[in-house]
């Protein structure tokens, strides 16, 4: 396709505005899919996101396009993903593109994740053309949205397109501005190969799936290329597109986005920001590569059956070969048995991968409580480290000083909730940076440590607010803070899997809600059971659990030969999800709950 007949887009929009609604629209109307074809959400194509309605990965379609002028245009559409654990995603997509549509509700209006995106899609140079979404609802007001976007973005709104992507109003319009107002792609066609590996993931067919922006050059089937980041080299076998079906071409040109295939058993081998050149006329430098992604949200994943260990390793190793964005190594806990210590990008990175191993894997597994990465600076030069796990603590006297993670935040919040909002950020020891209005909405700008948010916050944050509040975050590095492990005990033996790093002035509380709720979940046993929570040897709350009346024992033990030891099976096989805890039985119920609510 010759330069200026390419049009390069994303589409950028705060969660549930209708991003993946409106891409399926441009796709029906441009004809990538027949009616019947055309199941809803196409693009979210995995059974999770679907349920969920979130766009996981990242997904590219070609479309056929025949403006008013009468050309035919290829548009590249390059979905994204809307939440903040996957902003790192949404800037690679943005990268490769030369504009993007700004969805926003008509409704509800700009909202953080809104700004967050259009901030870096600005950052890239993009043309944005606004799109006001869901006009077809009682409650929208265009106008007012306009307004905002003008007023809090600085973008001109007055063209933009008003449009409903469930009705299908406005898609015409749609796609007509991005014809017009999204400048076609440059590049050199005659100079070496250039081409940024935007994208990589597994595919069962056909193996590591690797998707490219081509900058100059060509790109060919059959052409012998270097990945100049990795110093690998590797022979092109397939190259081409979506639309959203597969489609293979015999080559990429410059501004072209497609896919290529080239024997590549690994995914990690494919890194995103890598540049592709050819082999034998390779382009002098590379292009200016991404910043690696850190998983910084850690827990343990434990199977609840024991046996279920190696099923577990296979199934996370399976997942990781579609998601390079998360890690995990083997883990052995005294509570628990054999797990592994895994990092995401965020909270509902985490939730993501273990609702896919429970539903897709078919298994049962117990989360430890998330816990981000500490910086600890041991004392006598020892040196720094980098702790995932509270379990790997040192000596409280071997460290000179903990730092912990900060983010900035920002919050945007309908006056009424304003103050319960304000409220949450300071229990969680938030530095507030700024706070302005627009149009009765509050803007709340808050640095806070990073672990006050992995728990509940985003829960507590929605619940507050009844849902009208909207969270964006990005990290601003480490600071020192006073850190301690807390343990918890139960009948005076630590509990490995419930420890976890607290700051000393909300530990007492942190401390007190845990024996709490163990309280409530350990059943009583003919003894009784002190829990205690503690930092160093110091108890800070402590909760009892009465014993079990002789009487009622007696009863249960009571009877003859036969019932007694019928009763004995009976409570082994309950055993069976019982943990031993010294001569205490802890049901895996108890830990699972106790750890949901950090
Ligand atoms: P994520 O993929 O989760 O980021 O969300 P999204 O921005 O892609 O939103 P999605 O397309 O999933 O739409 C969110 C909800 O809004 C769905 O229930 C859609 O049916 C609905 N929706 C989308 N467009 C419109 C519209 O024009 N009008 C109305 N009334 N509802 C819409």
Redesign the pocket.
């Known amino acids: 396709t010759p330069l200026d007949k390419i049009r390069n887009f994303s589409?950028i929009?705060?969660?549930?505005?209708?991003?993946?609604?409106?891409?399926?629209r441009l796709i029906q109307a441009t004809g990538g899919l027949s009616d019947r074809e055309m199941s809803?959400?196409v693009?979210?194509n995995m059974e999770i996101?679907k349920e969920?309605?979130?766009?996981i990965k990242a997904q590219t379609v070609r479309l056929a396009y025949t403006a008013s002028d009468g050309e035919t245009y290829t548009l590249n559409l390059m979905?994204?993903?809307?939440?903040v654990d996957f902003a790192y995603e949404v800037s690679r997509s943005l990268a490769a593109c030369e504009g993007a549509l700004l969805?926003v509700?008509?409704?509800q209006g700009v909202e953080a994740?809104t700004l967050a995106n259009v901030y870096q899609s600005i950052e890239h140079d993009h043309e944005i053309v606004p799109v006001i979404?869901?006009?077809?609802?009682p409650a929208a007001e265009p106008e007012k949205v306009k307004a905002e976007i003008e007023d809090v973005i600085g973008l001109d709104a007055s063209e933009a397109v008003l449009?409903?992507?469930?009705?299908g109003?406005g898609i015409a319009e749609i796609l007509e501005a991005v014809v017009r107002k999204i400048p076609a792609p440059r590049g050199d066609a005659t100079a070496p190969l250039k081409a940024m590996l935007v994208d990589s993931w597994y595919d069962p067919y056909l193996g590591v799936v690797i998707l490219v922006r081509v900058i100059d050059g060509t790109l060919k089937k059959g052409q012998l290329v270097t990945f100049m980041q990795a110093g690998t080299q590797h022979l092109v076998d397939r190259v081409g597109c979506f639309r959203p079906k597969i489609e293979q071409l015999t080559d990429l040109g410059p501004g072209e986005i497609g896919f290529i295939t080239a024997q590549i058993k690994d995914v990690a081998m494919a890194r995103v920001g890598d540049t592709l050149t050819d082999a034998k006329r390779p382009a002098a430098e590379a292009l200016p590569g991404f910043k690696e992604v850190q998983p910084v949200v850690f827990c343990g994943l434990f199977p609840v059956d024991a046996n279920d260990f190696e099923k577990l390793r296979e199934s996370i190793s399976k997942l990781r070969l579609n998601d390079a964005s998360f890690s995990f190594e083997m883990e052995t806990s005294a509570a628990l048995g054999f797990g592994f210590r895994c990092g995401f990008l965020g909270l509902l990175h985490l939730e993501i991968i273990q609702e896919r191993l429970t539903r897709e894997y078919d298994l049962d597994l117990i989360t430890t409580a998330p816990s981000v990465v500490y910086q600890i600076q041991l004392t006598h030069g020892g040196g720094q480290i980098d702790l995932h796990n509270p379990a790997d603590m040192p000596d409280p006297n071997r460290i000179e000083s903990i730092s912990e993670p900060w983010i900035e935040a920002t919050i945007y919040v309908p006056d009424e909730y304003l103050g319960s909002i304000l409220k949450l950020c300071q229990d969680r020891r938030g530095i507030q940076k700024n706070l302005t209005y627009v149009g009765g909405r509050a803007q709340a700008t808050y640095e806070l440590p990073l672990n006050e948010v992995v728990f509940d916050f985003y829960d507590r944050l929605k619940s507050l607010s009844k849902g009208y509040a909207s969270f964006d975050y990005h990290q601003i590095g480490y600071r020192e803070g006073d850190l301690v492990k807390m343990s918890i005990l139960v009948n005076e033996e630590p509990v490995d899997a419930l420890s976890m790093i607290v700051h000393r002035g909300t530990a007492e509380v942190r401390g007190r809600g845990m024996c709490e709720r163990l309280k409530e979940l350990i059943p009583r046993h003919l003894f009784k059971i002190p829990i205690q929570a503690a930092i160093g040897g110091k108890v800070i709350a402590r909760e009892t659990i009465s014993a079990m009346r002789k009487d009622v024992t007696a009863k249960c033990y009571g009877g003859d030969a036969t019932r007694k030891r019928k009763l004995l099976e009976k409570q082994k096989k309950g055993k069976a999800k019982m943990r031993e805890y010294g001569s205490v039985s802890i049901p895996q119920e108890a830990f699972i709950a106790a750890l949901r609510m950090g």
């Open positions: 589409i929009a705060h969660i549930d505005h209708g991003k993946s609604t409106l891409a399926d809803e959400q693009l979210d996101e969920r309605g979130i766009t979905d994204t993903p809307g939440h969805v509700d008509a409704a994740q979404n869901k006009i077809d609802l449009a409903s992507a469930k009705s109003i």
